[in-house]
């Protein structure tokens, strides 16, 4: 039948494809089952030999937040750990086995960890977030997706116009230096990868990493201690709008008093205490953003000086009132100098002004221009 041909040979050619898919299936299961015959994942590859050496590189999906409070930061990460198994050798019809998680219990992997880790998560959804493959000269690629909650160690003495390098440190838990190495897969430039859309932080900006190794001597050891530093430069914008500028309208309010007649006591009065109150308020809200630290930071000395010129107008009102009074009850003419306008107040206006001018443009020329960036510990 003309017809019943052409659906004859496509069913000859499905059966045949079926039949090699099954064959093929079959040599990748007999890889998988020879090379785990036999195979101890308690041991390290080279055991009892030569050094295993873990190449490591991580690729940053999400930085941050960073809390100065708690003086930490959190990030999403790709961590990707490469080494040579040679019991893992294998020669087949494929040149890369690429497994699932399934298979990872099954091999030995290194058991790195996270030195100044506080909380770090492995991703379970919708499966365990882990990436394996094998090569056929034994090279295994071990990924995980985790988000990882680290200390930062702060300095605070520039605050806000300060930069901070926060610190990941991993390596081998249990495996000293003689057995287990670590070292930069890519290099120091391109082993750890931030992307531009990763670095989305509200008070910072993520200017650059770097990487580097230590070794570590302990009790039980020497260890491989593996280091990248994040360095952050803290944004200005929102403590100019909630501190900085508040503090120096309170200051100019203060001064309006010199221009208030001497004789409106109760006028001079509230300008003076409400703006000493002002600068309080603002001195408290102000370290709400920091945590309880034992030293004075740069925004500590700006509002320091700002209450002492706060201060300082409502004393000089006190001393004008004072001298006003001694006048009053004293025998010197009317026209004497401090009826009017006190000359006290006089000097005031012009001293005021400039002392605050004069402090301000030391205050900023020292902290823009100082290089606030901590070095790498």
Not at 3 to 11: E, V
Not at 38 to 53: A, H, M, S
Not at 144 to 172: Q, V, W, Y
Not at 342 to 361: E, H, Q, T, V
Request: charged letters at 15%; glycine letters at 4%; one cysteine or more.
């Amino acid at each position: 039948d003309f017809h019943s041909q052409p659906s004859l040979c496509f069913t000859m050619v499905q059966k045949e494809k079926i039949s090699s898919e099954n064959i093929y299936l079959d040599n990748i299961t007999q890889i998988l089952d020879r090379l785990l015959d036999g195979y101890d994942n308690r041991l390290r590859p080279g055991f009892g030999g030569p050094v295993t050496e873990v190449k490591t590189d991580i690729f940053v999906t999400s930085f941050g937040p960073v809390s100065d409070v708690e003086m930490e930061y959190t990030m999403d990460v790709f961590f990707r750990q490469t080494w040579i198994d040679e019991r893992l050798k294998f020669e087949g019809p494929i040149e890369i086995l690429r497994l699932n998680n399934l298979m990872v219990s099954k091999i030995w992997t290194p058991d790195t960890f996270f030195r100044n880790g506080k909380r770090s998560i492995s991703h379970n959804m919708t499966t365990p977030n882990k990436l394996f493959r094998i090569m056929q000269n034994g090279t295994i690629l071990y990924t995980m997706r985790l988000t990882i909650n680290a200390e930062c160690p702060m300095r605070l003495m520039n605050f806000p116009m300060d930069g901070h390098a926060c610190p990941l440190k991993f390596g081998s838990y249990a495996y000293p230096i003689s057995e287990i190495v670590y070292t930069w897969k890519k290099g120091p430039l391109s082993s750890v990868e931030v992307p531009q859309e990763s670095s989305s932080l509200l008070q910072y900006d993520l200017i650059g990493q770097t990487v580097s190794s230590e070794r570590l001597k302990s009790n039980t050891g020497e260890y491989v201690i593996m280091t990248v530093h994040f360095h952050l430069q803290r944004k200005m914008g929102f403590f100019l709008i909630q501190t900085y500028i508040p503090c120096i309208m309170t200051v100019i309010l203060a001064q309006v008093s010199f221009w208030i007649n001497k004789e409106s006591v109760p006028a001079r009065t509230v300008f003076g205490i409400t703006t000493v109150l002002t600068m309080t308020t603002l001195s408290i809200s102000a370290r709400h953003s920091l945590p309880k630290v034992s030293y004075a930071t740069a925004m500590d000395w700006f509002i320091a000086v700002c209450f002492a010129f706060v201060f300082s107008a409502l004393i000089e009102f006190a001393a004008v009132n004072y001298f006003s009074t001694l006048q009053q009850g004293s025998a010197v003419p009317a026209n004497n100098v401090l009826t009017g306008t006190s000359i006290i107040d006089k000097y005031s206006r012009i001293l005021f002004p400039l002392s605050f001018g004069a402090f301000n443009l030391v205050y900023w020329i020292v902290y823009l221009t100082k290089d606030t960036m901590e070095m790498s510990r």
